[in-house]
């Protein structure tokens, strides 16, 4: 990597919200010393971990997304809660969200999913041999509707932008790495 030639100056936080804070940092540019504000957002880890049926189907999750105003299939996923371990949110939010469970959950990968502005990490999950168990738990502010994919479907469902979440995409991206041996 590297080195850097910024220096942070200050950091001040600006405003909280549910899922996200608002920091203003001011950096000086050491080789011309000008000085420079940059906002960051502070968001909390996440899993997205993608659920292999026992028949091989994958399956998804469709709800309604604000940020586009319409819907979109993903895989299950959410917010890392505080000192829980990737996989164990990874778990939980698979069965919360689609009542599916798996005795085989391997780490495919993690990202940043925006380093200019952010500073948390997204863990990709494989969950294989997946058996429903039980129904959903949804939070009283969630309505999904789990389908089931064949594997050989996601790319169209990429291209007409059923899904199109970039973190989901990274995922299947990381899965066909691990396929693949890379």
């Not at 996200?20 to 940059?38: I, S």
């Not at 502070?42 to 971990?49: A, L, S």
């Not at 169209?156 to 899904?163: D, P, V």
Request: aromatic fraction near 8%.
């Amino acid at each position: 990597m590297p080195d850097s030639n910024w220096t942070l100056l200050k950091s001040l936080p600006h405003s909280e919200h549910r899922i996200l804070r608002v920091r203003h940092d001011r950096y000086r540019f050491e080789p011309t010393g000008a000085e420079k504000d940059f906002v960051v957002l502070e968001f909390p880890d996440w899993v997205n971990i993608i659920p292999i049926a026992e028949d091989g189907r994958v399956v998804l999750i469709g709800q309604y997304r604000h940020g586009l105003m319409a819907s979109t299939w993903e895989v299950p996923g959410g917010v890392i809660d505080p000192g829980e371990e990737p996989r164990h949110a990874a778990v939980r939010e698979l069965q919360e969200e689609t009542g599916y469970e798996s005795e085989n959950i391997k780490l495919l990968g993690r990202v940043s999913p925006n380093p200019a502005i952010q500073g948390n990490w997204s863990y990709s999950f494989l969950a294989e041999g997946c058996k429903l168990a039980g129904p959903c738990n949804l939070d009283p502010f969630e309505d999904i509707e789990v389908k089931l994919f064949a594997l050989d479907e996601i790319p169209s469902l990429i291209k007409r932008e059923e899904i199109c979440n970039s973190m989901v995409i990274n995922a299947f991206a990381l899965l066909r790495n691990h396929r693949e041996g890379l």
